[in-house]
């Protein structure tokens, strides 16, 4: 399984908030910044909130990113149907050396 | 504006060797920037292979690096992905990135599935 933990699924209905949380430990969350990527089916991850909280130029504002102690959050107000993707956390590893992934959560739009 | 793109065959035999290469353009594969390898099995989560730094120094996971070797062509601007005796939990899709910092992937391959069956 993967090293960060993130529920395997979410949903909401357009114009909702939601939030998808990633928990990770002190060799990972607790000591780096973390990342969150968006993919759409047959498509590459594309970088969504990096540095915990901070948008790369062109992501909408609806998208943003916390993180607290050991664990991080993905918040995405005013839900649209074209939000409807995987999303999954990053951050580098201490243990791995490498940079860990969380396991991914199926975002639906009712 | 870097991009990346992968190639190489999309079928491998069992115990034989998965090798790939990702085609550099808009950018530099000398540049300071170091170069990842990044898999993801059919419906599964992402899996770091490895990254090689400018310099040439490699970095591996664990549970891969005794059968993996990243390396890059300067005359051809590209990286390559070496993966020796390979099983059917190697079946993925291979992407190359560009990391910013750490876990920072500004820049993605558009990917390649490789399956691993006779």
């Known amino acids: 399984q993967s090293v960060l933990t993130q529920p395997p699924s979410a949903s909401g209905t357009p114009g909702q908030r939601v939030t998808i949380s990633c928990s990770g430990s002190?060799?990972?969350?607790?000591?780096?910044?973390l990342n969150w990527y968006q993919q759409f089916p047959g498509t590459a991850p594309k970088l969504l909130i990096y540095s915990n909280n901070q948008r790369p130029s062109g992501v909408p504002d609806r998208f943003s990113g916390s993180k607290s102690g050991t664990s991080a959050s993905l918040a995405i107000s005013g839900l649209q149907s074209e939000d409807e993707a995987d999303y999954f956390c990053?951050?580098?590893?201490?243990?791995?050396?490498?940079?860990?992934f969380g396991g991914g959560t199926k975002l639906t739009v009712l | 504006q870097v991009q990346l793109q992968e190639s190489g065959p999309g079928l491998v035999n069992p115990s034989g060797t998965l090798s790939l290469t990702c085609a550099v353009s808009g950018g530099s594969v000398s540049s300071r920037n170091s170069w990842t390898w990044v898999r993801q099995p059919p419906g599964k989560g992402l899996e770091w292979i490895g990254e090689i730094y400018p310099s040439g120094t490699t970095n591996y996971n664990p549970s891969l690096k005794s059968r993996v070797t990243i390396s890059v062509d300067k005359s051809k601007n590209q990286l390559s992905l070496n993966l020796r005796s390979v099983t059917a939990a190697d079946t993925a899709v291979y992407y190359c990135a560009r990391p910013s910092a750490g876990a920072r992937f500004d820049h993605w391959g558009q990917g390649i599935l490789v399956t691993v069956s006779s």
């Open positions: 002190s060799s990972n969350i607790g000591r780096y910044t």
């Open positions: 990053a951050a580098w590893d201490d243990i791995l050396n490498g940079p860990v």
